[in-house]
């Protein structure tokens, strides 16, 4: 539960107020002290809130009257009354002059019938008793410390509810901004200091417009155009949603939904807004790729289907007198495509089956540079323009891996360097071993990688769109799966590339998994 303190300063400016309104009490009901005792929910007695005419020593007597105060806070006026008019069981204290105090009247401070404390008015020893009049003289007082402290009660609430949604608005997981009717910005939280890179301190009282800059795909400003505080309430409803791409300090675009809570005055003019920020990249980043996958994977697939169709309905058709020659390689080309489909779902297969789970791994001995002959061995057969060189430690140590799993890596990395050389040339297949891991590298003499498509070639569906790349068929799912494949066994992948000089891409794997 959040407890907010009372600030100093409505402490000061309670207790002055009391004071003020018991010292004209004291004087108008011709008193010598006086007591102004408000009820603790905490600590369930009255206390004392402010004091007349007594010292500390005199404060500390008047507690074991106020803690023989009935604590009935709806207690009605008239049995108040009752209570002043009978003596106390106390020794009431001395006055500051060394008086000894004993007629004694007490009132209730109420606000709407309901008591949040008391107010006690002393006279000197065998003074004259307080009349009826006296009492109706002191309900006016109460009045004036009842209203007092039910406004500094409230004005604590207030403050407590305010730090309470301050509180709330700053530790959310979600960028938070609010602004005023002028659109300058009056909070900003730290979600929002993460997710811009902005400071609080450098955003306070601009412009939201300049700061944030909400822009739709097209790159075009939102802000002008369909920010709701620019709109009546007739034209937009109190909740308004927007997407867009915002950018950060470093000026990286950030894909956000923005939430609009909007106050209206009674006129329909914003007041001012709340606006809930939602950094949706990884979202975006999704539906990029389904839309990716569904073209490639449709372009892929439409393919082996065409061919496989065409084949079929050709050898299906009943005036077709087709010699064993024909069937044969008819059937050939249907079943290499037949394999190619194959491999297409089993690599989305295998995808979907490394990103969510490394359990999947069947670890054992695996001999890489017995893996790298059989590999090199079979793909061979798909070219004569290119020569394989194998150079491998002859001592190089076995590692606990999957075999089938680290065949499908060199299978890719091999085949690739086959594809993307058209050309020929020489592919290089090097393993050694260095302290605590194991180093593989293929190396070809191909078309090369763009520097900036480096970055971003081991991701799901990624190909670039040079003309030589859209030449190779393929999804963009071998390297995702090599890099899955390899970080699974605890190890890296890299590259290394020159454009029109070719290619390197290097694995290691840790040791400290070999047996």
């Known amino acids: 539960?959040?407890?907010?303190?009372?600030?100093?300063?409505?402490?000061?400016?309670?207790?002055?107020?009391?004071?003020?309104?018991?010292?004209?009490?004291?004087?108008?009901?011709?008193?010598?002290?006086?007591?102004?005792?408000?009820?603790?929910?905490?600590?369930?007695?009255?206390?004392?809130?402010?004091?007349?005419?007594?010292?500390?020593?005199?404060?500390?007597?008047?507690?074991?009257?106020?803690?023989e105060a009935i604590p009935d806070l709806s207690m009605s006026k008239e049995s108040y009354n009752l209570l002043s008019e009978l003596s106390p069981g106390t020794t009431l204290p001395l006055s500051n002059q060394g008086t000894r105090q004993d007629p004694i009247v007490t009132l209730p401070?109420?606000?709407?019938?309901?008591?949040?404390?008391?107010?006690?008015?002393?006279?000197?020893?065998?003074?004259?008793?307080?009349?009826?009049?006296?009492?109706?003289?002191?309900?006016?007082?109460?009045?004036?410390?009842?209203?007092?402290?039910?406004?500094?009660?409230?004005?604590?609430?207030?403050?407590?509810?305010?730090?309470?949604?301050?509180l709330i608005l700053e530790t959310s997981a979600e960028g938070i901004v609010s602004i005023n009717g002028q659109r300058r910005i009056t909070g900003f939280n730290m979600a929002m200091e993460r997710l811009t890179g902005k400071s609080r301190e450098g955003v306070l009282g601009k412009e939201c417009f300049r700061v944030l800059n909400l822009r739709n795909r097209q790159g075009q400003s939102l802000c002008n155009t369909q920010c709701p505080i620019l709109m009546n309430s007739e034209q937009s409803s109190q909740t308004f949603e927007l997407e867009g791409t915002i950018q950060t300090i470093e000026g990286n675009d950030v894909d956000v939904a923005m939430t609009y809570s909007v106050v209206y005055s009674l006129e329909g003019k914003p007041i001012n807004a709340v606006i809930n920020v939602r950094d949706i990249s990884k979202l975006r980043e999704v539906e990029n790729l389904r839309e990716t996958f569904l073209s490639m994977l449709g372009h892929e697939l439409q393919t082996p289907l065409s061919i496989i169709k065409g084949y079929a309905s050709t050898l299906a058709q009943r005036n077709g007198n087709w010699g064993s020659e024909i069937l044969r390689d008819s059937l050939q080309v249907i079943e290499a495509e037949s394999d190619r489909l194959g491999r297409i779902v089993n690599k989305l297969l295998l995808a979907a089956r490394i990103s969510t789970d490394t359990s999947v791994l069947a670890k054992e001995e695996v001999q890489l540079s017995s893996l790298v002959e059989k590999v090199v061995s079979r793909l061979q057969t798909m070219t004569d323009i290119h020569k394989f060189e194998i150079d491998c430690e002859p001592d190089l140590p076995p590692i606990l891996a999957d075999p089938a799993l680290m065949e499908e890596v060199l299978t890719n990395l091999i085949d690739n360097a086959i594809k993307y050389s058209p050309k020929g040339g020489k592919i290089n297949i090097t393993g050694e071993s260095s302290v605590g891991k194991i180093k593989v590298t293929v190396a070809d003499e191909g078309i090369g990688i763009l520097g900036e498509d480096m970055e971003r070639i081991f991701e799901r569906f990624q190909r670039t769109d040079r003309s030589e790349v859209k030449k190779v068929k393929g999804i963009g799912l071998g390297l995702y799966i090599c890099k899955s494949i390899i970080e699974a066994h605890g190890g890296r992948i890299e590259v290394a590339s020159k454009l029109g000089k070719g290619s390197q891409f290097t694995f290691t794997l840790p040791l400290e998994q070999s047996t």
């Open 109 to 166: 401070l109420q606000i709407a019938d309901k008591s949040v404390g008391l107010i006690y008015v002393l006279r000197p020893f065998k003074a004259k008793a307080f009349s009826k009049k006296n009492r109706d003289m002191l309900a006016a007082f109460a009045e004036q410390a009842a209203i007092a402290v039910q406004n500094a009660r409230l004005a604590h609430l207030l403050a407590a509810e305010k730090h309470r949604v301050e």
């Open 1 to 67: 539960m959040i407890q907010i303190p009372r600030t100093k300063l409505e402490q000061v400016n309670l207790e002055a107020t009391l004071e003020l309104v018991l010292k004209n009490a004291v004087k108008a009901l011709k008193g010598s002290a006086g007591v102004v005792a408000m009820w603790s929910e905490a600590e369930q007695r009255f206390v004392v809130g402010a004091s007349y005419g007594l010292d500390s020593k005199a404060l500390a007597q008047i507690q074991p009257l106020l803690d």
